[in-house]
C-alpha cells in the first residue's frame, strides 16, 4: 500500500549541530514529495517540495532535501541547527497527482 | 492577509451529539481540504474540494463524516452521531491549485473531544 515513513519520532540536538531526517516513501508510480514543519503554536508549513528536475532541493531557513530514487528515499538536511528550528517536521507524498499521505511526524527539540 | 480560519478552537462535546465544524479558505484559492490527526493515525486526508465540488471523499472513515463547501468561502465537517473515537485535531487547509500537487495552506486546527 502507498504511503509514507518517517522513523525517527523525535530528535534532540544542540545548536550548530547537523540535522538529517529521514523520509521514505513507498514505489507507486509517479511521486511528488514535500516538507512541511509546524513551530510551536503556528500554523503547518510548506518548507520545500520535490516534483522533478534537479533532485537536491534548497527549502526556506536553510533547509535542503535529496530525492533519491533508488533509496526510495527523501530525507531533510540543514548544516547547522538553531534553537528556532524546534518543531515539528512531516514528510508528505503524492501518488499518481491524486493520492496524498503524510508520514507520522518527528519532533525536533534544539538545545541552547 | 488572513491566512485560513477555522471554528471552533476547541469542541468539547458528548458522545451521540452533532458536531460541525467550519472552515474559510484564503480568498482566491481554488480547493480546499480536511484533514484528521490523531496520536494513532498521524495526519489523514479525509476529502477535498476543488471549485466547491468534492474530488476525492474516499479518507471519510464512516458515513457519520460528511462535509459540505456550499460557496468558495465556507466549508463544514459534520460529524453525527459523535463517538469518542472521534476525538482528534481536525485541520482544514486551502490552495490555489486544482488538485493536491499545490502548496496547502493550513489553517489552527479544531480539537475536538467526544466524552
Known amino acids: 500500500a502507498q504511503s509514507v515513513s518517517q522513523h525517527n519520532h523525535h530528535v534532540i540536538l544542540s545548536e550548530a549541530a547537523s540535522l538529517e531526517l529521514g523520509c521514505n516513501y513507498s514505489?507507486?508510480?509517479?511521486?511528488?514529495l514535500f516538507w512541511y514543519v509546524q513551530y510551536p503554536g503556528q500554523h503547518l508549513q510548506l518548507l520545500l517540495k520535490y516534483f522533478s528536475g534537479d533532485p537536491l532541493v534548497k527549502g526556506i531557513k536553510g533547509f535542503e532535501a535529496e530525492f533519491i530514487k533508488s533509496k526510495f528515499s527523501f530525507n531533510l538536511r540543514k548544516p547547522s541547527v538553531q534553537w528556532s528550528d524546534t518543531a515539528e517536521y512531516f514528510c508528505?507524498?503524492?501518488?499518481?497527482?491524486?493520492?496524498?499521505?503524510f508520514g507520522s511526524g518527528t519532533k525536533l527539540n534544539v538545545k541552547p | 492577509d488572513a491566512g485560513v480560519i477555522q471554528s471552533p478552537r476547541h469542541e468539547v462535546t458528548e458522545m451521540g451529539q452533532e458536531v460541525t465544524l467550519r472552515c474559510k479558505p484564503i480568498s482566491g484559492h481554488n480547493s480546499l481540504f480536511w484533514y484528521r490527526q490523531t496520536m494513532m493515525r498521524g495526519l489523514e486526508l479525509l476529502i477535498y474540494f476543488n471549485n466547491n465540488v468534492p474530488i476525492d471523499d474516499s479518507g471519510m472513515p464512516e458515513d457519520r463524516f460528511s462535509a459540505k463547501m456550499p460557496n468558495a468561502s465556507f466549508s463544514t465537517l459534520k460529524i453525527q452521531p459523535s463517538e469518542p473515537r472521534d476525538s482528534a485535531v481536525y485541520f482544514c487547509?486551502?490552495?490555489?491549485?486544482?488538485?493536491?500537487?499545490?502548496?496547502?495552506?493550513f489553517g489552527p486546527g479544531t480539537r475536538l473531544t467526544v466524552l
Open positions: 487547509a486551502s490552495s490555489k491549485g486544482q488538485g493536491l500537487a499545490d502548496t496547502q495552506y
Open positions: 508528505a507524498a503524492l501518488y499518481n497527482f491524486n493520492k496524498f499521505y
Open positions: 514505489y507507486g508510480g509517479t511521486v511528488n
